[in-house]
């Protein structure tokens, strides 16, 4: 959280409160937090008519104007918003007040009194969408609900069936999947006794549905003070890895707003990033890729061998001097045996991107009863961190580094097989709804396979320069 004058700033796009506020205070400094008012010839050519009268609507109800400066359009991943006049770094391009962004405090109070505090605050907005979606026409929301994707145009890993989800099995997209899963059925078993008492404001609603609802949040919604909101018109904008325009609440005025970190010109597509995200968590909470992902990493596992004859001390001394490992905002699970790879640069000396602590780890492995007694005892001599620095013992420092090197190959080569099993995966013979998947796991394995494949030729010159 930042905060501009009286406005704190919050920037945090949903998924899972995986996304952390960035700084922004070099860049409001050169803010203008009010609209642009230049203007250029306009080409329509971008405009989905459809929405239209979409941003008069919300207008209306909002009873401000919410952007001068964009309009509706379609692409090819759906709508988007794009630049109807010219726009400049700095300018204010949308905002949006609470008053009209859809919050679980939307629910009607007889049906937000049943939840406990077990049910998430996911949950209450997917019930709310289910209502909105119940009552149709009828819906003060109905022309933002109406215009919401379709089952059929979601893409989120929660959603596919087990045979498309046999394809990222090397991933450890694969398990947090499931996790997800079992998470969503238990929110729904929690919700459904209340949505029962409700026939005539949800009907009969089955698990599928609420999954549907829950993706349709998770892909689309906003964590803010009013726990998770759905930000109609700014929820029509796409992501960019790369930009650095994100959504900001201003609570003072109670509204969300976006500043244009580029120029633009009138049909320019307008992204922002929803967070400095992996394809695998792209996938799960988005149902998309992107062909070449900065943040893309691979949890690696590593075990003491059952027969190491100090299997117990190895284990014990690495939980005793074990740092609390702290969440990384792109990490599915942690455990002091799960470490997290990332692209690992090869000019890099220090071998950033593959974490200490797995090196530390690979130390200990490899060490004798002496060498940890020796490990121990510097631990407690300095900084309490374990296995820190290279071993004293250079050949065994080389172990240390060849065992991560093995670990680290073998996974690349699963994750090589899993890749030429998609076969044609990207050949234009495979369209709709599979091809599109297939090009998706094919984005996510070629990209974690690239952080396995920058460790390893980092691990190789690192033993190299040893023996050398
Ligand atoms: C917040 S919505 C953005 C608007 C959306 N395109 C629509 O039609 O309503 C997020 C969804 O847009 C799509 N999306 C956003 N950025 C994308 C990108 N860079 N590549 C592919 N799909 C993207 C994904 O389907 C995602 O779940």
């Not at 505090?117 to 209502?131: F, P």
């Not at 799960?284 to 061998?305: A, H």
């Not at 005793?320 to 000396?349: G, L, M, Q, W």
């Not at 796991?441 to 396979?449: C, I, K, R």
Request: glycine residues 4%.
């Amino acid at each position: 959280m930042q905060t501009i004058g009286s406005a704190i700033i919050t920037n945090t796009w949903w998924p899972l409160a995986r996304c952390p506020p960035s700084t922004l205070s070099s860049y409001c400094l050169r803010t203008k937090l009010n609209f642009s008012t230049s203007s250029a010839k306009v080409s329509r050519s971008y405009i989905d008519e459809e929405c239209d009268d979409f941003l008069p609507w919300l207008e209306k109800k909002a009873r401000m104007q919410i952007s001068s400066v964009l309009s509706i359009g379609k692409c090819s991943y759906g709508r988007a918003l794009y630049a109807s006049k010219r726009i400049r770094a700095g300018d204010c391009i949308l905002r949006v007040p609470y008053s009209v962004q859809l919050a679980p405090d939307n629910l009607p109070p007889q049906i937000y009194s049943l939840f406990g505090d077990e049910v998430s605050n996911i949950a209450k907005v997917a019930v709310l969408l289910l209502h909105e979606q119940k009552m149709g026409q009828k819906s003060e929301w109905a022309p933002y609900i109406s215009r919401l994707p379709q089952p059929s145009e979601m893409h989120s890993t929660l959603i596919w069936s087990d045979d498309e989800l046999e394809m990222i099995r090397k991933s450890g997209l694969y398990l947090e999947t499931i996790k997800q899963r079992n998470h969503i059925e238990k929110q729904f078993m929690a919700i459904k006794p209340a949505l029962d008492q409700f026939p005539q404001c949800f009907g009969d609603v089955s698990l599928t549905d609420f999954a549907y609802a829950h993706a349709l949040v998770t892909s689309r919604a906003w964590e803010s003070s009013r726990g998770v909101s759905m930000i109609p018109f700014a929820d029509f904008i796409n992501h960019d890895g790369t930009s650095k325009a994100c959504l900001m609440s201003d609570e003072g005025k109670k509204l969300s707003l976006v500043i244009a970190e580029l120029d633009y010109n009138p049909g320019d597509q307008v992204l922002i990033r929803y967070g400095k995200v992996s394809n695998a968590i792209l996938l799960l909470d988005f149902g998309f890729t992107l062909p070449y992902n900065i943040y893309d990493q691979v949890q690696v596992e590593l075990d003491i061998p059952p027969h190491d004859h100090l299997n117990w001390t190895k284990l014990e001394l690495l939980q005793r001097f074990c740092a609390p490992a702290i969440k990384d905002v792109n990490e599915f699970s942690s455990s002091e045996k799960v470490f997290t790879i990332k692209e690992v640069k090869f000019s890099c000396k220090k071998g950033r991107g593959i974490p200490q602590s797995f090196r530390a780890f690979a130390r200990v492995l490899c060490s004798n009863a002496q060498e940890l007694s020796d490990l121990e005892s510097e631990a407690t001599q300095s900084d309490g961190r374990l296995a820190r620095s290279p071993l004293k013992n250079t050949s065994r420092e080389i172990e240390a580094h060849e065992l991560m090197l093995s670990k680290l190959t073998q996974l690349s080569k699963e994750y090589g097989a899993s890749i030429k099993s998609l076969g044609s995966s990207t050949s234009q013979h495979l369209i709709g709804k599979l091809g599109l998947r297939r090009q998706m796991v094919h984005d996510l394995l070629t990209g974690e396979l690239r952080v396995l494949t920058s460790a390893c030729a980092w691990l190789k010159k690192y033993c190299a320069t040893l023996l050398g």
